[in-house]
């Protein structure tokens, strides 16, 4: 009997350790017991693989999240603000940040140099500078199912990433107001999404995914590809923004199908005189003031043009050739 009870009694402290362990891997911010009141002191405890989980609450702070493999998540109504600098600081792979309302900051969340996978979903991002943003990130960045929206520059701002980044089912609306850039189509200002100047090893690796997006109400262009290579931009809804519902400027090779583009205040779709070697195929354009398509450039396709426009719809064309009246 003796000896079972000591068998007994090592077990239940070798449960007891492993389930501490297991605990640990979850930090828990500004929640009934725990010990970490803001969010920066959840995720400087948390491990590698680890999750923090933060109850509801105001959160004012500027979070910097240097630990990779990371999940941070709110549970409820946490709303993170500030006046400055970056909501949540990137500085890490493989982050998750979700759950959150992120107002007041330059940048509500940021991924900088040499830093990627990240994936930021399911947030409020409203009222900073730029809603969401990447400076020379490592790329394979998802950004999904988001709404950010009343951000004085862009919503969402991609520049110079090493590619592989997804925008996925976002509503990005009432973007580029702010006093910072009054004049229209400046880089890093006033569309709803901008992918600028991607760079990488090979064309292959140059990949943005602009898919299924709702974007509309911004002060310049819904979606802009400014000096980007092999984009995608598929089955998003661009409409009434305050100059075109896509631009391409200084942009080659990229895939632009199946979007509709109507009520634009300048063009549904504008494509610049150095932007070839695209395909623009299957996309509706209707309702936009000056015209629903035009493709600037030259080159052997329809009309003369350096791009390959295909079974596009439109009411109003330059040239004409580029779409067929919508049946």
């Not at 150095?274 to 003031?289: F, V």
Request: charge should be negative; hydrophobic fraction near 35%.
């Amino acid at each position: 009997m003796k000896e079972h009870g000591v068998n007994l009694a090592l077990t239940c402290v070798v449960l007891a350790a492993l389930a501490s362990a297991a605990h640990a891997t979850t930090v828990y911010v500004g929640c009934k017991g725990s010990p970490n009141t803001t969010i920066q002191e959840g995720v400087n405890a948390a491990p590698a693989s680890g999750t923090v989980i933060v109850c509801p609450g105001h959160y004012a702070e500027n979070v910097t999240v240097t630990t990779a493999n990371l999940t941070v998540r709110a549970n409820g109504s946490v709303k993170l603000t500030g006046t400055a600098g970056w909501g949540f600081d990137l500085a890490a792979n493989h982050v998750t940040i979700t759950g959150f309302e992120i107002t007041g900051f330059a940048t509500g969340v940021y991924v900088g140099p040499g830093f990627g996978y990240a994936m930021i979903n399911l947030n409020n991002v409203h009222g900073n500078g730029t809603g969401i943003g990447f400076s020379y990130s490592s790329g394979h960045n998802w950004v999904t199912a988001n709404a950010v929206y009343s951000n004085s520059a862009d919503g969402i701002f991609d520049y110079s990433t090493a590619g592989y980044d997804y925008f996925v089912a976002n509503t990005v609306y009432e973007n580029g107001f702010g006093a910072e850039d009054p004049v229209p189509i400046s880089p890093g200002q006033n569309n709803g999404i901008e992918i600028s100047t991607t760079t990488c090893t090979t064309v292959a690796e140059c990949t943005a995914y602009v898919v299924g997006n709702y974007v509309h109400n911004n002060a310049a262009d819904g979606v802009y590809l400014n000096t980007a290579s092999n984009a995608s931009v598929t089955l998003n809804l661009l409409s009434s923004n305050g100059y075109d519902g896509l631009g391409l400027g200084y942009s080659t090779g990229n895939t632009i199908s199946a979007n509709e583009a109507n009520g634009n205040a300048n063009n549904g779709f504008e494509v610049d005189s150095n932007s070839t070697g695209s395909l623009i195929e299957l996309n509706k354009m209707s309702g936009n003031t000056v015209f629903d398509a035009t493709d600037h450039s030259s080159g052997s396709g329809p009309g003369g043009v350096g791009n390959t426009w295909t079974k596009d719809y439109c009411q109003k064309a330059s040239p004409s050739a580029l779409c067929v009246a919508i049946p």
